[in-house]
């Protein structure tokens, strides 16, 4: 422990916070986005961040309670499998040695070394302890990090979430990709028994989309951009590259490849028909599994406010300093 200690990687950059609706493709870009050398990529939700949002920390305790995901224990002890119910059960069992004990004590040494630490801090030392006590983590050391990258969906449906992740993360950038509203249903009724409900689950996409309009409109410095699920399945290395040249990061052939850690993983699917390549079959969905009154019903409610979350997608982002 000592010498671990000794040796820490501080974890201290910005967050990158891909956050939209739920099945709206942000484990692909996340996937997209693991193994780049001038990031440290969380593999699973960030549910810390919502927590941290909802009610800020005012000591090493109560944001430890706060930011750690008890999954992680479990997910140290099986290793992580895609599994949801019946309509998802990958195989594959991907390694996962994040040891619990060795996170807290990391994070602890890491907290008590300032008198008066904020949550950012904390933070900091969240992260800190999640990728040093990673002891598989093969990116921990690949050199000079620009961004933590997280994802956590539904942060834009509250004006009081979206403040805290300002607050905290003033130099941070957020991506919210917005995915039609008709491929996006046929998809989400199957992973969430809630969504079934036509209009409950038209009402929860409406939610993020108008509050991700908002969030856009309240950035300052272009903090935040719209990305179109389409455009990443159909134009990966265009979107891709746009996405890193706003991140300011090395473009890389590996970008275009999912993976977990650095290796390879199949899609995270309601419909299991998908390998380890970027496909479009989700965009087809729709026009199979929807009748003609789910949409008529879908247009009458979302089709305006997708379009004009579209039109923001294809805005120019800008690349300057501080956006």
């Given at each position: 422990m000592n010498e671990r200690l000794s040796r820490l990687v501080p974890v201290d950059q910005p967050l990158f916070l891909i956050s939209q609706a739920q099945r709206s493709g942000g484990t692909l870009l996340l996937?997209?986005?693991?193994?780049?050398?001038?990031?440290?990529?969380?593999?699973?939700?960030?549910?810390?961040?919502?927590?941290?949002?909802?009610?800020?920390?005012s000591d090493a305790v109560e944001a430890w309670e706060a930011l750690y995901d008890p999954k992680l224990t479990e997910r140290f002890q099986r290793g992580h499998?895609?599994?949801?119910?019946?309509?998802?059960?990958?195989?594959?069992?991907?390694?996962?040695?994040?040891?619990?004990?060795l996170q807290r004590e990391i994070y602890e040494a890491c907290a008590g070394r300032t008198g008066n630490p904020g949550p950012r801090y904390f933070l900091d030392c969240y992260f800190?302890?999640?990728?040093?006590?990673?002891?598989?983590?093969?990116?921990?050391?690949?050199?000079?990090?620009?961004?933590?990258?997280g994802f956590e969906p539904g942060i834009a449906r509250s004006m009081r979430r979206r403040a805290a992740v300002r607050h905290l993360y003033p130099d941070g950038k957020v991506v919210s990709i917005?995915?039609?509203?008709?491929?996006?249903?046929?998809?989400?009724?199957?992973?969430?028994?809630?969504?079934?409900?036509?209009?409950?689950?038209?009402?929860?996409?409406?939610s993020v989309a108008k509050g991700t309009l908002k969030w856009r409109r309240q950035s300052t410095g272009a903090g935040v951009r719209v990305l179109s699920f389409e455009d990443l399945l159909t134009k990966t290395e265009e979107t891709v590259r746009k996405l890193a040249e706003w991140l300011e990061l090395e473009?890389?052939?590996?970008?275009?490849?999912?993976?977990?850690n650095g290796l390879p993983i199949r899609a995270n699917t309601s419909f299991a028909d998908?390998?380890?390549?970027?496909?479009?079959?989700?965009?087809?969905?729709?026009?199979?599994?929807?009748?003609?009154?789910?949409?008529?019903?879908?247009?009458?409610?979302a089709g305006d406010l997708y379009r004009l979350?579209?039109?923001?997608?294809?805005t120019k982002w800008r690349t300057a300093p501080g956006g």
């Amino acid at each position: 422990m000592n010498e671990r200690l000794s040796r820490l990687v501080p974890v201290d950059q910005p967050l990158f916070l891909i956050s939209q609706a739920q099945r709206s493709g942000g484990t692909l870009l996340l996937r997209l986005l693991d193994g780049h050398p001038e990031c440290h990529v969380a593999p699973f939700q960030l549910r810390s961040i919502d927590e941290v949002a909802k009610r800020r920390p005012s000591d090493a305790v109560e944001a430890w309670e706060a930011l750690y995901d008890p999954k992680l224990t479990e997910r140290f002890q099986r290793g992580h499998r895609q599994r949801k119910h019946d309509v998802l059960d990958d195989e594959e069992v991907f390694p996962f040695q994040l040891q619990p004990k060795l996170q807290r004590e990391i994070y602890e040494a890491c907290a008590g070394r300032t008198g008066n630490p904020g949550p950012r801090y904390f933070l900091d030392c969240y992260f800190t302890s999640y990728f040093n006590a990673w002891l598989d983590y093969r990116n921990l050391r690949s050199g000079p990090k620009r961004w933590v990258i997280g994802f956590e969906p539904g942060i834009a449906r509250s004006m009081r979430r979206r403040a805290a992740v300002r607050h905290l993360y003033p130099d941070g950038k957020v991506v919210s990709i917005v995915r039609d509203p008709w491929s996006w249903y046929a998809s989400a009724r199957r992973w969430e028994g809630r969504w079934s409900d036509r209009e409950r689950a038209l009402d929860h996409w409406c939610s993020v989309a108008k509050g991700t309009l908002k969030w856009r409109r309240q950035s300052t410095g272009a903090g935040v951009r719209v990305l179109s699920f389409e455009d990443l399945l159909t134009k990966t290395e265009e979107t891709v590259r746009k996405l890193a040249e706003w991140l300011e990061l090395e473009f890389r052939p590996d970008l275009l490849v999912p993976t977990f850690n650095g290796l390879p993983i199949r899609a995270n699917t309601s419909f299991a028909d998908i390998a380890t390549e970027v496909s479009t079959r989700p965009l087809e969905r729709a026009r199979r599994e929807l009748d003609p009154d789910d949409v008529a019903y879908i247009e009458a409610r979302a089709g305006d406010l997708y379009r004009l979350l579209q039109r923001k997608s294809q805005t120019k982002w800008r690349t300057a300093p501080g956006g």
